[in-house]
Protein backbone atom coordinates (compact mmCIF):
# COMPACT_ATOMS: atom_id res chain seq x y z
CA UNK A 1 0.00 0.00 0.00
CA UNK A 2 1.32 3.40 -1.23
CA UNK A 3 2.31 5.98 1.77
CA UNK A 4 2.67 9.15 2.27
CA UNK A 5 5.41 10.27 4.63
CA UNK A 6 6.96 13.47 5.88
CA UNK A 7 10.61 12.93 6.04
CA UNK A 8 12.54 15.84 8.05
CA UNK A 9 15.96 16.42 6.84
CA UNK A 10 15.45 14.94 3.65
CA UNK A 11 18.27 16.90 2.50
CA UNK A 12 20.95 15.18 5.28
CA UNK A 13 22.56 12.29 5.16
CA UNK A 14 20.67 9.52 6.42
CA UNK A 15 17.40 11.57 5.43
CA UNK A 16 18.42 11.32 1.62
CA UNK A 17 19.17 7.91 2.41
CA UNK A 18 15.78 6.96 3.43
CA UNK A 19 13.54 9.15 1.05
CA UNK A 20 15.34 7.87 -2.04
CA UNK A 21 13.94 4.00 -0.27
CA UNK A 22 10.91 5.13 -0.34
CA UNK A 23 10.38 6.99 -2.91
CA UNK A 24 11.73 3.58 -5.10
CA UNK A 25 9.35 1.41 -3.57
CA UNK A 26 6.23 3.87 -4.49
CA UNK A 27 5.81 5.85 -1.51
CA UNK A 28 5.24 9.59 -1.84
CA UNK A 29 7.96 12.01 0.47
CA UNK A 30 7.29 15.10 1.52
CA UNK A 31 10.30 16.23 2.63
CA UNK A 32 11.57 19.45 4.24
CA UNK A 33 14.88 20.52 5.43
CA UNK A 34 16.32 23.94 6.83
CA UNK A 35 19.40 23.87 4.43
CA UNK A 36 21.67 25.34 7.37
CA UNK A 37 24.94 25.74 6.69
CA UNK A 38 26.73 23.59 9.49
CA UNK A 39 28.45 22.21 6.25
CA UNK A 40 28.69 22.94 2.45
CA UNK A 41 25.28 23.64 1.36
CA UNK A 42 26.18 22.36 -2.28
CA UNK A 43 25.94 19.01 -0.87
CA UNK A 44 22.88 19.09 0.03
CA UNK A 45 21.47 20.61 -2.91
CA UNK A 46 22.77 18.04 -4.79
CA UNK A 47 20.82 15.05 -2.77
CA UNK A 48 17.70 16.86 -3.72
CA UNK A 49 18.56 17.21 -7.31
CA UNK A 50 18.92 13.25 -6.68
CA UNK A 51 15.37 12.84 -5.31
CA UNK A 52 14.37 14.76 -7.65
CA UNK A 53 14.76 13.49 -10.87
CA UNK A 54 12.94 10.70 -11.69
CA UNK A 55 10.58 10.73 -9.09
CA UNK A 56 7.86 13.31 -10.86
CA UNK A 57 5.39 14.88 -8.24
CA UNK A 58 5.56 11.59 -5.65
CA UNK A 59 9.02 13.93 -4.15
CA UNK A 60 7.59 17.21 -2.56
CA UNK A 61 10.57 19.60 -1.09
CA UNK A 62 9.82 22.29 1.09
CA UNK A 63 12.59 24.63 2.85
CA UNK A 64 11.22 24.82 6.41
CA UNK A 65 12.76 25.20 9.73
CA UNK A 66 11.26 22.41 11.34
CA UNK A 67 12.46 24.44 14.83
CA UNK A 68 10.38 27.21 13.74
CA UNK A 69 6.83 26.34 15.13
CA UNK A 70 4.97 29.02 12.65
CA UNK A 71 6.96 28.16 9.95
CA UNK A 72 6.26 24.46 10.58
CA UNK A 73 2.57 25.01 10.65
CA UNK A 74 2.29 27.43 7.82
CA UNK A 75 4.44 25.42 5.47
CA UNK A 76 2.42 22.04 6.03
CA UNK A 77 -1.06 23.86 6.24
CA UNK A 78 -3.47 21.80 3.58
CA UNK A 79 -1.02 18.94 3.72
CA UNK A 80 -1.86 15.11 4.85
CA UNK A 81 0.68 12.53 5.38
CA UNK A 82 0.53 9.20 6.95
CA UNK A 83 3.13 9.02 9.15
CA UNK A 84 6.64 10.66 10.22
CA UNK A 85 10.31 10.16 9.74
CA UNK A 86 11.70 13.01 12.28
CA UNK A 87 15.68 12.35 11.20
CA UNK A 88 17.14 16.43 11.00
CA UNK A 89 18.88 17.37 14.03
CA UNK A 90 21.62 19.65 14.36
CA UNK A 91 24.25 16.95 14.63
CA UNK A 92 27.79 17.17 15.89
CA UNK A 93 29.36 16.33 18.85
CA UNK A 94 32.05 18.45 19.07
CA UNK A 95 30.12 21.64 17.48
CA UNK A 96 27.47 21.53 20.60
CA UNK A 97 30.72 22.51 22.30
CA UNK A 98 31.28 25.70 20.39
CA UNK A 99 27.44 26.58 19.84
CA UNK A 100 25.07 24.87 22.71
CA UNK A 101 21.98 27.25 21.44
CA UNK A 102 21.57 25.64 18.41
CA UNK A 103 21.30 22.39 19.88
CA UNK A 104 18.53 23.57 22.25
CA UNK A 105 16.40 25.02 19.30
CA UNK A 106 17.15 22.26 16.48
CA UNK A 107 17.30 19.00 18.70
CA UNK A 108 14.67 20.36 21.54
CA UNK A 109 12.19 23.02 20.31
CA UNK A 110 12.55 20.86 17.05
CA UNK A 111 11.16 17.22 17.99
CA UNK A 112 8.83 19.14 20.32
CA UNK A 113 7.47 20.86 17.54
CA UNK A 114 7.21 17.44 15.44
CA UNK A 115 5.71 15.87 18.18
CA UNK A 116 2.93 18.69 17.97
CA UNK A 117 2.32 17.90 14.27
CA UNK A 118 2.45 14.29 14.91
CA UNK A 119 -0.40 14.88 17.66
CA UNK A 120 -2.26 17.27 15.96
CA UNK A 121 -2.55 14.99 12.80
CA UNK A 122 -3.28 11.67 14.48
CA UNK A 123 0.10 10.29 12.73
CA UNK A 124 -0.08 6.59 12.33
CA UNK A 125 3.75 6.55 14.10
CA UNK A 126 6.20 8.75 14.50
CA UNK A 127 9.66 7.94 13.77
CA UNK A 128 12.56 9.74 14.78
CA UNK A 129 16.52 9.64 15.30
CA UNK A 130 18.32 9.14 18.74
CA UNK A 131 21.75 8.43 19.41
CA UNK A 132 24.60 5.90 20.57
CA UNK A 133 26.17 9.04 22.09
CA UNK A 134 23.14 8.76 25.04
CA UNK A 135 25.38 6.03 26.27
CA UNK A 136 27.99 8.43 27.53
CA UNK A 137 30.71 7.07 29.50
CA UNK A 138 28.90 3.65 29.65
CA UNK A 139 32.20 1.07 30.00
CA UNK A 140 29.72 -1.62 29.60
CA UNK A 141 29.70 -3.14 26.44
CA UNK A 142 27.75 -3.52 24.22
CA UNK A 143 25.30 -0.65 24.74
CA UNK A 144 21.54 -2.17 25.56
CA UNK A 145 18.73 -0.38 25.04
CA UNK A 146 17.83 -1.15 28.98
CA UNK A 147 21.36 0.48 30.33
CA UNK A 148 20.69 3.48 32.31
CA UNK A 149 21.75 7.03 30.10
CA UNK A 150 21.72 9.33 32.94
CA UNK A 151 25.09 10.71 32.60
CA UNK A 152 25.85 12.25 28.72
CA UNK A 153 29.16 13.57 27.95
CA UNK A 154 28.41 16.46 25.18
CA UNK A 155 25.10 18.79 24.70
CA UNK A 156 24.03 16.89 21.41
CA UNK A 157 23.66 13.79 23.72
CA UNK A 158 21.84 15.24 26.51
CA UNK A 159 19.31 16.56 23.75
CA UNK A 160 18.95 13.60 22.43
CA UNK A 161 18.33 11.72 26.09
CA UNK A 162 15.88 14.58 26.59
CA UNK A 163 14.05 13.82 23.13
CA UNK A 164 13.34 10.65 23.87
CA UNK A 165 11.82 11.99 27.34
CA UNK A 166 9.56 13.81 25.72
CA UNK A 167 8.11 11.14 23.20
CA UNK A 168 7.53 8.96 25.98
CA UNK A 169 5.50 11.80 27.86
CA UNK A 170 3.44 11.77 24.48
CA UNK A 171 3.17 8.14 23.43
CA UNK A 172 1.58 8.61 27.36
CA UNK A 173 -0.67 11.16 27.22
CA UNK A 174 -1.62 11.09 23.64
CA UNK A 175 -0.95 7.61 23.11
CA UNK A 176 1.18 8.80 19.95
CA UNK A 177 3.08 5.65 18.64
CA UNK A 178 6.90 6.16 18.23
CA UNK A 179 9.95 4.66 17.74
CA UNK A 180 13.24 6.36 18.93
CA UNK A 181 16.62 5.14 17.13
CA UNK A 182 20.12 5.42 18.45
CA UNK A 183 22.54 5.35 15.42
CA UNK A 184 26.04 3.58 15.72
CA UNK A 185 28.28 5.86 13.89
CA UNK A 186 27.05 5.82 10.14
CA UNK A 187 28.58 6.70 7.36
CA UNK A 188 28.15 5.70 3.58
CA UNK A 189 28.50 7.49 -0.30
CA UNK A 190 26.54 11.11 0.41
CA UNK A 191 27.86 10.80 3.92
CA UNK A 192 28.62 13.94 5.99
CA UNK A 193 32.27 16.21 5.41
CA UNK A 194 32.40 16.97 9.10
CA UNK A 195 32.96 13.06 10.15
CA UNK A 196 36.15 11.32 9.94
CA UNK A 197 35.86 8.99 6.96
CA UNK A 198 35.16 11.52 5.14
CA UNK A 199 37.90 13.71 6.64
CA UNK A 200 40.48 10.98 6.99
CA UNK A 201 39.64 10.01 3.09
CA UNK A 202 39.69 13.44 1.75
CA UNK A 203 43.52 14.40 3.65
CA UNK A 204 44.59 10.68 2.33
CA UNK A 205 43.76 11.43 -1.35
CA UNK A 206 45.39 15.08 -0.78
CA UNK A 207 48.74 13.91 1.18
CA UNK A 208 47.85 15.54 4.30
CA UNK A 209 48.18 14.53 7.77
CA UNK A 210 45.45 13.21 9.73
CA UNK A 211 44.68 13.77 13.44
CA UNK A 212 43.72 10.70 14.51
CA UNK A 213 42.20 10.97 18.29
CA UNK A 214 42.40 8.87 21.51
CA UNK A 215 45.93 8.32 20.45
CA UNK A 216 44.16 5.42 18.26
CA UNK A 217 42.68 4.01 21.05
CA UNK A 218 39.20 4.38 20.15
CA UNK A 219 36.33 1.85 19.29
CA UNK A 220 33.54 2.37 17.25
CA UNK A 221 30.58 0.51 15.79
CA UNK A 222 30.99 1.85 12.34
CA UNK A 223 27.09 0.82 10.26
CA UNK A 224 26.73 0.95 6.89
CA UNK A 225 23.78 3.51 5.55
CA UNK A 226 21.90 1.10 3.69
CA UNK A 227 21.52 -1.21 6.92
CA UNK A 228 20.68 1.68 8.91
CA UNK A 229 17.89 2.63 6.14
CA UNK A 230 16.87 -1.24 6.11
CA UNK A 231 16.01 -1.11 10.15
CA UNK A 232 14.56 2.71 9.99
CA UNK A 233 11.86 1.16 7.33
CA UNK A 234 11.58 -1.74 9.35
CA UNK A 235 10.72 0.29 12.09
CA UNK A 236 8.31 2.58 10.09
CA UNK A 237 6.34 0.03 9.00
CA UNK A 238 5.46 -1.64 12.18
CA UNK A 239 4.41 0.70 14.78
CA UNK A 240 4.45 -0.34 18.30
CA UNK A 241 1.29 -1.27 19.74
CA UNK A 242 -0.87 -0.04 22.40
CA UNK A 243 -1.20 -3.30 24.48
CA UNK A 244 0.03 -1.90 27.50
CA UNK A 245 3.32 -4.31 27.58
CA UNK A 246 6.44 -3.49 28.06
CA UNK A 247 8.47 -2.47 24.71
CA UNK A 248 12.00 -2.40 23.93
CA UNK A 249 13.49 0.52 26.30
CA UNK A 250 11.03 -0.57 28.73
CA UNK A 251 8.12 2.09 28.22
CA UNK A 252 4.37 0.09 28.43
CA UNK A 253 2.99 2.98 26.37
CA UNK A 254 3.63 2.59 21.97
CA UNK A 255 7.50 4.14 22.45
CA UNK A 256 9.50 1.73 21.94
CA UNK A 257 13.64 2.01 21.54
CA UNK A 258 16.17 0.68 19.50
CA UNK A 259 19.72 0.46 19.04
CA UNK A 260 20.91 0.51 15.54
CA UNK A 261 24.41 -0.83 14.37
CA UNK A 262 26.53 -2.69 12.45
CA UNK A 263 27.10 -5.10 16.05
CA UNK A 264 30.90 -5.37 15.58
CA UNK A 265 32.96 -2.92 18.11
CA UNK A 266 36.01 -1.94 15.05
CA UNK A 267 39.62 -0.16 16.01
CA UNK A 268 39.88 3.27 14.97
CA UNK A 269 43.26 1.88 13.43
CA UNK A 270 41.28 -0.72 11.09
CA UNK A 271 39.11 1.89 9.92
CA UNK A 272 41.84 3.91 8.50
CA UNK A 273 43.94 1.18 7.16
CA UNK A 274 40.92 0.43 4.85
CA UNK A 275 40.90 3.89 3.92
CA UNK A 276 44.39 3.54 3.17
CA UNK A 277 43.99 0.48 1.05
CA UNK A 278 40.91 1.94 -0.71
CA UNK A 279 42.82 5.42 -1.46
CA UNK A 280 46.22 3.48 -2.37
CA UNK A 281 48.13 5.88 -0.48
CA UNK A 282 49.11 5.17 3.21
CA UNK A 283 48.01 7.86 5.82
CA UNK A 284 50.28 10.48 7.60
CA UNK A 285 48.74 9.90 11.03
CA UNK A 286 49.27 12.39 13.83
CA UNK A 287 48.68 10.56 17.72
CA UNK A 288 45.84 13.28 19.44
CA UNK A 289 44.54 13.52 23.18
CA UNK A 290 40.28 12.32 23.16
CA UNK A 291 38.81 15.43 22.48
CA UNK A 292 36.31 16.85 24.92
CA UNK A 293 32.83 15.10 24.88
CA UNK A 294 34.27 12.46 22.93
CA UNK A 295 33.62 8.54 24.17
CA UNK A 296 36.14 5.88 23.90
CA UNK A 297 34.16 3.15 22.70
CA UNK A 298 30.62 2.08 21.09
CA UNK A 299 29.12 -1.08 20.51
CA UNK A 300 25.35 -1.99 19.86
CA UNK A 301 23.71 -4.51 21.40
CA UNK A 302 21.19 -5.06 18.66
CA UNK A 303 19.25 -7.97 19.82
CA UNK A 304 15.73 -5.62 20.80
CA UNK A 305 15.09 -4.67 17.15
CA UNK A 306 16.24 -8.48 15.86
CA UNK A 307 13.71 -10.03 17.85
CA UNK A 308 10.87 -7.66 16.95
CA UNK A 309 11.56 -6.58 13.59
CA UNK A 310 14.55 -9.66 11.88
CA UNK A 311 16.60 -6.62 11.32
CA UNK A 312 20.43 -7.89 10.64
CA UNK A 313 23.57 -5.50 8.97
CA UNK A 314 24.29 -6.91 6.31
CA UNK A 315 27.70 -4.64 5.30
CA UNK A 316 30.96 -4.77 6.98
CA UNK A 317 33.52 -1.94 6.89
CA UNK A 318 35.30 -4.09 4.60
CA UNK A 319 32.81 -3.80 2.05
CA UNK A 320 31.28 -0.79 3.14
CA UNK A 321 34.47 1.60 3.42
CA UNK A 322 35.51 1.16 -0.22
CA UNK A 323 32.39 1.78 -1.39
CA UNK A 324 32.59 4.92 0.15
CA UNK A 325 36.16 5.58 -0.87
CA UNK A 326 34.97 5.12 -4.56
CA UNK A 327 31.95 7.24 -4.01
CA UNK A 328 34.10 9.55 -2.49
CA UNK A 329 36.41 10.17 -5.30
CA UNK A 330 33.69 10.08 -8.23
CA UNK A 331 31.90 12.50 -6.24
CA UNK A 332 34.28 15.31 -6.14
CA UNK A 333 35.77 14.23 -9.61
CA UNK A 334 32.23 15.37 -10.59
CA UNK A 335 33.00 18.56 -8.42
CA UNK A 336 36.02 19.06 -10.17
CA UNK A 337 34.39 19.06 -13.54
CA UNK A 338 31.90 21.00 -12.77
CA UNK A 339 33.76 23.28 -11.30
CA UNK A 340 36.21 23.36 -14.50
CA UNK A 341 33.44 23.74 -17.06
CA UNK A 342 31.96 26.78 -15.12
Not at 15 to 38: C, E, K, P, W
Not at 144 to 160: F, G, I, M, N, Q
Not at 318 to 342: C, E, H, K, L, T
Request: charged share 25%; with cysteine.
Amino acid sequence: MTQKILVTGAAGFIGFHVAAHLLARGDQVIGIDSLNDYYATSLKQDRLRVLQSGHGDRFDFRRIDFSDWHALESGLAGTSFDAIVHLGAQAGVRYSILNPRAYAQSNLVGHLNLLEIARARGSRHLVYASSSSVYGGNDSLPFRVEDRVDHPLSLYAATKKADELMSETYAHLYRLPQTGLRFFTVYGPWGRPDMAMWIFTSAILQGRPIDVYGEGDMRRDFTYVDDIVSGVVACLDNPPADDGCEKAGGSRAPHRLYNIGNNRSEELTRMIDLIERSCGRPAMRRLMPIQPGDVRDTFADISAIERDLGFRPTTPIDVGIPRFVQWFRDYQGNASAGRAAA
